[in-house]
């Protein structure tokens, strides 16, 4: 089984720069996927690491450390239509994902 | 139809009643989820199916059951619901390919009393 620990929730300005970091423990590695959740909506795909190092997508990057069992989502730029949930989520060997319980993250003006 | 469509939106439903809940998709996409969201606990799989006629228990499958006739519907059932039940359910498929990334339909509100 998969062990996914994310922070509850996070506050940063507009405009600054946030990191949301993920642990897990697994039991067959896969992939590793953030999501973005905004509220009462479904989740939408962010980013996917299935290699170690950094991945690039506008404002949005995701790190992947396989050894260590940990990952990062860094928002940069944060606007407030940023505010939202971010969940992490390790896919196993059956190509079936776990996720963490999502990090709440509110921008303020 | 445009992506993944769930039905209904929202219902409440008395306990030891039978529920099924919808989902149809049209991607073509061979694998389909169905997870419960509740707060506190983020998204858990109840069933999976990576093909049709084909289905999988996920982590919490305990009083559902699953159907896949063919590639666009995968259907949720409660047997006899119970207020431990109520949640927001959201089906997903996945594309085929390395990446594999999965798509959400909008979400069922279920509330059980």
């Known amino acids: 089984g998969q062990n996914i620990d994310q922070p509850t929730e996070m506050t940063a300005t507009e405009g600054a720069i946030v990191q949301i970091n993920c642990t897990y423990q697994?039991?067959?590695?896969?992939?590793l996927f953030w999501y973005q959740q905004h509220a009462g909506e479904a989740p939408t795909f962010l980013s996917y690491?299935?290699?170690?190092g950094l991945e690039e997508k506008g404002r949005f990057s995701s790190f992947l450390s396989r050894s260590k069992g940990y990952s990062y989502l860094l928002l940069k730029e944060l606007q407030m239509k940023d505010s939202a949930s971010y969940l992490c989520?390790?896919?196993?060997?059956?190509?079936?994902?776990?996720f963490g319980a999502g990090t709440t993250v509110t921008v303020r003006a | 139809i445009a992506g993944i469509t769930q039905a209904p939106t929202s219902q409440i439903l008395a306990a030891g009643r039978r529920m099924t809940l919808r989902c149809t998709q049209d991607?073509?996409?061979?694998?389909m989820y169905w997870y419960r969201q509740d707060l506190g606990l983020g998204l858990r799989l109840i069933h999976y199916s990576n093909t049709a006629g084909t289905t999988g228990k996920g982590e919490v499958p305990d009083g559902y059951s699953v159907s896949r006739a063919n590639t666009d519907d995968f259907p949720l059932t409660l047997a006899s619901a119970v207020p431990s039940q109520t949640s927001v359910y959201f089906c997903a498929t996945a594309r085929e390919g390395d990446r594999n990334e999965q798509f959400f339909g909008p979400g069922t509100r279920l509330t059980v009393l």
């Open positions: 991607m073509r996409h061979n694998a």
């Open positions: 690491n299935v290699l170690d």
């Open positions: 989520a390790v896919r196993d060997s059956d190509y079936k994902l776990s």
């Open positions: 697994t039991s067959g590695f896969n992939g």
